[in-house]
Nanobody, 122 residues
Framework: QVQLVESGGGLVQAGGSLRLSCAAS????????MGWFRQAPGQEREFVAA????????YYADSVKGRFTISGDNAKNTVYLQMNSLKPEDTAVYYC???????????????WGQGTQVTVSS
């Protein structure tokens, strides 16, 4: 089992920045690919970014490319999502996920955090 705890969400004005953190515990963190997903009210959970277990392959959703950066620190068992130039449409609950496989689909990931709310005001 892997336990994931997200933090760093909050309220920010459009154009601002936030950094989300996802702390992992349980099994060896470096064995898992990590992903960030988000879910806005009334919408399906969607892919945001993912980083491979080796931390050298990264995917981004087109909607966040150039604004968000995912990174992982295996020594701290933590993955981060730096979010810059935030827009109101980025408002959602952001979820961290871990999986033995790597990809952009939700069913690739085996473990999920509880989510952290990000609200971007216009």
């Amino acid at each position: 089992q892997v336990q994931l705890v997200e933090s760093g969400g909050g309220l920010v004005q459009a154009g601002g920045s936030l950094r989300l953190s996802c702390a992992a515990s349980g099994r060896t963190f470096s064995n898992y690919a990590m992903g960030w997903f988000r879910q806005a009210p009334g919408q399906e959970r969607e892919f945001v970014a993912a980083i491979s277990w080796s931390r050298d392959v990264i995917y981004y959703a087109d909607s966040v490319k150039g604004r968000f950066t995912i990174s992982g620190d295996n020594a701290k068992n933590t993955v981060y999502l730096q979010m810059n130039s935030l827009k109101p449409e980025d408002t959602a609950v952001y979820y961290c996920a871990a999986g033995a496989r790597f990809g952009v689909r939700r069913n690739v990931y085996d473990y999920w955090g509880q989510g952290t709310q990000v609200t971007v005001s216009s």
